[in-house]
């Protein structure tokens, strides 16, 4: 019989903050720009230039602070951590080694037997970020853009407190939520703007003593860092089986291949030479602006569905998923507090907004209808200006280019035909052109008055009201 092991995981997780501007300099963040056009003395390294921070930055950071039950640091510094690669110009990054900004914090997470589980946070600490270095295999060479370059980070280091992949996610998705309700980023992953990097040792289980640990880089979805967890505990237990050591080691996550390959051994703290940066002033957070940060705290997932639940009387699963994503959870209420309708807005965001995100791969984030077009869409609906069917057509353009509805219906046409003479003319001659269907349904076969309905829409080019064209083909017949 082999040895039961357990799986002992921490996080660090790396979150690019939402703010216009570097977090030292006042060079733009947008991200997807030409290489090395967002840059300036003081992010490039440039010998006499200083930094300055930027007080978003730290707002941000007390807020996520705050919404993760930390302690904030009243008194703080920055740090140098110095190391010599390509894509660091000062050749040190500023950081917090001795004095970050928030501490002894955690959230709760449900596990899968459904409790509760309180996930420790060691500590949040700012930072820069580096830039990026580019391979050309063409021109056999490396070149560096240093436009990522000072964007502003925040790194949360976990406590040693998850036990399986299923944990690890539901910490990262209860953080990506709270981060998100707050603005403090979008927490996209396959951008980059949030990224984990993932400790991982195993030991017996019962046993109280940790084992060596391993980080793991390069993880940019969920699915990735469960199958790195996966891969890098079966390693771990392999090794230990046949009686070899675990080493403590960097390694590298090779999705594609399924594989993690050592980079390099593991640094400890002193080989970084960490001293207080000297070009900084200390940061002093006074009683006022923790009062004001804390008064700004949004309504969190939690107490939403809370509310939703009493307010909007929508079902659970609706709940669920609409503030699963502050964009989808904004446009509900915003839609509502127009229309009144929250049970037609959730179908609608439900059904058709769910659908096309999937089919055309959009984020929630980047959605672009506007809440009042599709309130509008709602009453074009509900008072029979339009039936579902065009009501759907109408959607999917407003999906795409958030077109008001109302102009769109107008200039194409779109109206239902609620003149009941026009439309009674249409069904006489469609009862007159379907002799064999007025004979089955007359013969009792209750189906043969939907090819009758179907064929008299066919005619009004799906422009009729449904329920009118069932009624008159019913007196008729």
Not at 214 to 227: C, D, G, P, V, W
Not at 403 to 427: C, F, M, Q, W
């Amino acid at each position: 019989m082999g040895k039961e092991y357990e799986t002992v995981i921490g996080l660090e997780v790396h979150v690019e903050l939402a703010t216009k501007t570097k977090i030292f300099c006042g060079c733009s963040t947008e991200f997807g720009k030409e290489p090395n056009s967002h840059t300036c003395p003081v992010c490039t390294g440039m010998p006499g230039s200083l930094p300055v921070l930027n007080r978003q930055v730290l707002e941000y950071a007390i807020a996520v602070g705050l919404a993760t039950n930390c302690d904030i640091t009243r008194y703080g510094k920055f740090d140098r951590k110095n190391y010599f690669y390509p894509d660091n110009p000062q050749n040190y990054q500023i950081s917090q080694l001795y004095l970050p900004i928030c501490r002894n914090g955690g959230v709760e997470i449900e596990t899968k037997e459904g409790g509760k589980k309180t996930v420790g946070i060691h500590e949040i600490h700012m930072e820069e970020d580096a830039g990026k270095l580019i391979h050309d295999e063409w021109e056999d060479c490396t070149l560096v853009d240093y436009n990522r370059s000072g964007v502003p980070l925040i790194e949360i280091v976990s406590e040693p407190d998850m036990r399986s992949a299923e944990e690890v996610i539901a910490y990262l998705e209860k953080l990506r939520l709270i981060i998100q309700y707050l603005g403090a980023s979008d927490c996209k992953l396959q951008e980059g703007s949030m990224r984990a990097d993932v400790n991982l040792s195993v030991r017996e289980a019962g046993s109280q003593e940790f084992g060596t640990r391993t980080e793991m880089k390069n993880l940019n979805s969920f699915k990735a860092i469960t199958r790195a967890i996966e891969g890098e505990k079966e390693r771990q237990i392999d090794l230990l089986e046949e009686g070899r050591k675990v080493i403590q080691e960097t390694r590298r996550w090779d999705d594609a291949k399924g594989e993690s390959y050592a980079m390099r051994s593991k640094e400890d703290a002193q080989d970084y030479r960490y001293f207080p940066d000297p070009d900084l002033v200390p940061i002093v957070v006074s009683d006022e602006m923790l009062d004001e940060i804390r008064a700004k705290q949004p309504e969190f997932r939690t107490e939403k569905m809370k509310r939703y639940k009493e307010e909007y009387n929508i079902p659970d699963y609706d709940i669920e998923i609409i503030t699963g994503e502050k964009r989808m959870a904004d446009i509900f209420e915003e839609t509502v507090a127009v229309c009144n309708q929250p049970k037609k807005v959730s179908n609608w965001l439900m059904g058709e907004t769910l659908r096309l995100m999937k089919e055309k791969e959009v984020d929630a984030a980047d959605l672009r209808f506007s809440p009042e077009n599709l309130a509008k869409l709602i009453e074009l609906n509900d008072t029979g200006v339009i039936n579902n069917t065009v009501a759907k057509e109408v959607f999917e353009v407003m999906f795409d280019s958030d077109v008001s509805p109302e102009k769109y219906v107008e200039e194409h046409g779109l109206k239902s035909v609620n003149d009941e003479g026009a439309l009674r003319k249409t069904i006489e001659a469609v009862i007159a052109e379907n002799p064999q269907s007025v004979e089955d349904y007359r013969s009792g076969k209750e189906k043969a008055i939907g090819f009758l309905v179907g064929q008299t829409m066919k005619a009004m080019k799906g422009k009729a009201d449904p329920a009118m064209v069932n009624k008159i083909l019913k007196e008729l017949l």
